[in-house]
Structure formats: structure tokens, C-alpha cells
């Protein structure tokens, strides 16, 4: 997916410098209100100059130096360009009219409109949850949102390419409101992925997988991106015994499937019974297929049958 997204980015910059692309070129003129750019193939664009003052009011490029900015706008045949995503161009005698920060690629609206995920950068952490970074845009993904498992520190995701579903898209007047869901994406990815594995499941097979969780009444088990249910009863333990006493997080078991029931609805996982009680079970009649009774008459003599058993 994510390769198909990156190519797809690629044809668009074939085309011509659009919104959210980041752009190189050469300053070939620096005005009293806006900063011109040469971006090469006959392409210019201008950056507001106020973006480009320092401290004590200089602008900080002169003619000739290179500069990297990102497309924000197009507007009137001119390509609006700024140093930050969501920056402002105000109009002036030399200026574009406004490229207000309100505008962003279609493509985001497209992919909330289709369901289908979108790249995004996490820029910072901020109040309940993380600022993204997509196409240009800001966009704000909620902490709940940001993975499948609570996220104790969301710093560690800050600087991350990852793909969000778009939950919501609102524009008009002022900054877009676009809120996004690493959450859901997952999820899908997993219920994918689960679909998979359950179709190749069948009762009776014997299958590896890892202790997720333990809980009063058995644990959770990790067989290859879906969970099953190792319930107490079946890992072989007395009554009174508890389940901490045999199983830890992380640890790796051998189990038998014994009941599987798929479901459509992601919000409703598949349910997978796991016994760890019936793989010796199991074995025991492995073992008793396996073995092949000798055919009388052919044990030989008794220092024959003490010589098989130093074997």
C-alpha cells in the first residue's frame, strides 16, 4: 500500500509542483511584500516575505541562494509557497491574492470520502493527542486513536511516516478541521489478516502461539495476528489453581483448536478456543498410529530382545 502511495506521489511531481509537495529552487527576486522562486521547468513561485525575516526584521535569503519550501497554494496560474504546512500569504501590491491556509489537496477529501488510508507525518505532540502532518495540511489524530493499545508516550511517534484513516474533513472559513485514526486503520488491516488466518484454521490441528494476556478465567493467545481463548479449564492445572501458576506474558505454548466461529463484523473478532489439556491428548494417539505391533514368532531370542533395548 504504502508503495503504491509513494509511486503515486512520484507521477504527481512529473506533473507539476502541487499542494503539500516540497519544492527546491533559486531566489531570483525578493520584493517588498513577496519573495520570488525559480523552481525550474519554467515554474516560479512566490513565498510571502514576512515568512523570511529573522529576528530583527531582515529577510534572511538574498538573490541566488536556494531555498526549499512546501506548495501550499495555487492560485491565479501562481504557485504559493511556505517555509511551514498551513501558512498564510497576505495580499500585497506584489503578492498573489491570499493563499489562505484553508486550502488543501483533494486527495484528502477523496480519502475520506473512500475509506481508504492516507500517509501522514506525526509533527508533535500536543492536548490530547498528536498534530499530523498530510499533504500539506494539519490534521489532528487523538491519542486514543493513535494505536490499537494505550500509548503512554506519544513523543515516540513524532517524526513517523504512518498511514491514517480520515474520520473527519470539515473546510470553510478558517483552518480545515481534519481529524484522522491510525486506530481504524489497523483494525482493518487486522480483521484482513484475521479473515486469513481463520479460513486455514481447523478443529483438531495443533497450532503455536504466544500468551498475550492472562485474565481469572485462562489467557488470551497470540496464534500468528488473531487471538484465542485458553480457558482455564482446559490447561490441564487443578481446580484450585490459578492460571498465573502456569502461564506468563510472552510465553510461548502449543495448543489444540477446538472450536472456531468467524465473524464478519470487525468490531466482533473471530472467536478461537484453544485446550492445552488435549495436545498430550493428542499425541498419545499419534504415538498409538504410529506404533506397529511386532508380528508373532519374529521377537527372536531373549539376548535379541536385550539387545534392542540397549539401543
Do not use: W
Not at 509513494?6 to 511531481?13: C, K, N
Not at 501590491?93 to 507525518?121: D, H, K, Q, T, Y
Not at 486514543?144 to 494505550?150: A, G, T, V
Amino acid at each position: 500500500m504504502f508503495e503504491a502511495l509513494e509511486r503515486d506521489g512520484a507521477s504527481r511531481g512529473a506533473r507539476g509542483p502541487r499542494i503539500g509537495d516540497e519544492v527546491s529552487g533559486t531566489v531570483v527576486k525578493v520584493g517588498s511584500d513577496a519573495i520570488y522562486v525559480d523552481l525550474g521547468g519554467k515554474a516560479e513561485g512566490l513565498i510571502e516575505r514576512a515568512e523570511l525575516l529573522d529576528a530583527e526584521g531582515n529577510v534572511r535569503v538574498a538573490v541566488g541562494d536556494r531555498l526549499r519550501a512546501f506548495v501550499i497554494a495555487n492560485r491565479h496560474g501562481s504557485t504559493v509557497l511556505g517555509t511551514r504546512f498551513g501558512a498564510r500569504t497576505q495580499p500585497g501590491r506584489n503578492a498573489a491574492p491570499r493563499a489562505a491556509a484553508e486550502e488543501v489537496s483533494p486527495e484528502i477529501g477523496r480519502a475520506f470520502e473512500s475509506g481508504l488510508p492516507i500517509v501522514g507525518r506525526v509533527k508533535a505532540v500536543n492536548k490530547g493527542g498528536v498534530e499530523v502532518e498530510v499533504l500539506g495540511a494539519h490534521a489532528f489524530c487523538p491519542i486514543s486513536q493513535l494505536d490499537l493499545q494505550r500509548v503512554e508516550d506519544a513523543s515516540t511517534y513524532v517524526g513517523r511516516e504512518l498511514a491514517f484513516i480520515v474520520t473527519k474533513f470539515e473546510t470553510g472559513t478558517g483552518r480545515p478541521n481534519i481529524v484522522l485514526s491510525r486506530r481504524v486503520a489497523l483494525e482493518a488491516e487486522r480483521a484482513v489478516k484475521a479473515a486469513e488466518i481463520v479460513s486455514k484454521l481447523e478443529t483438531g490441528s495443533v497450532v503455536k502461539g504466544t500468551v498475550t494476556r492472562l485474565q481469572l478465567f485462562g489467557a488470551f493467545v497470540d496464534i500468528g495476528g488473531i487471538e484465542g481463548l485458553l480457558h482455564k479449564s482446559e490447561l490441564g492445572i487443578g481446580r484450585n489453581a490459578r492460571v498465573e501458576q502456569v502461564l506468563s506474558p510472552g510465553q510461548e505454548i502449543e495448543a489444540i483448536v477446538t472450536k472456531v466461529e468467524p465473524s464478519d463484523d470487525p468490531k466482533k473478532p473471530s472467536r478461537i478456543s484453544l485446550s492445552m489439556k488435549q495436545v498430550a491428548v493428542h499425541r498419545e494417539a499419534e504415538d498409538a498410529k504410529s506404533y506397529k505391533r511386532p508380528a508373532s514368532g519374529n521377537m527372536g531370542t531373549l539376548a535379541d530382545v536385550f539387545a534392542k533395548l540397549k539401543k
